[in-house]
């Protein structure tokens, strides 16, 4: 009994982090644009950027004040880290770059125009 006992308080505790460690954690910024290389309005330009990472699957949205809301998705790697790239309008692409962690992290956009700052993790 004690044996059984102990083995189903094992499995309880394997399973339960399991499921811990696949809960979603959120991250975000707002910010301003920094002009690129052609650019001139891009410091008109707010960006709103959300990153959901789950274990490591990394899934994003980010929108331009007045656009279409675009998505990314990736993994981690194994130093916390993202790199990959999100179309655009008009059959553009922007790399995506960043890395979190448990206190936050950083994000950057750059295509048309540069959009960088730190990730803040939404509570």
């Not at 954690?25 to 690129?36: A, D, E, P, R």
């Not at 330009?45 to 331009?64: D, H, L, P, R, S």
Request: hydrophobic residues 35%; proline residues 2%.
């Amino acid at each position: 009994m004690k044996k059984l006992l102990a083995t189903g308080m094992i499995t309880a505790l394997v399973v339960g982090g399991a499921a811990m460690a696949q809960t979603p954690v959120v991250y975000t910024w707002t910010g301003i644009g920094v002009n690129v290389q052609g650019s001139s309005k891009c410091p008109t330009y707010k960006m709103n950027i959300e990153v959901t990472v789950t274990g490591k699957a990394v899934k994003g949205t980010f929108q331009q004040e007045g656009r279409d809301q675009r998505h990314f998705e990736t993994t981690l790697d194994k130093n916390g880290k993202i790199k990959t790239a999100a179309m655009v309008g008009g059959g553009n692409m922007m790399d995506v770059i960043g890395e979190v962690s448990d206190s936050g992290g950083k994000i950057k956009l750059d295509g048309y125009c540069k959009f960088e700052g730190p990730l803040t993790k939404k509570q």
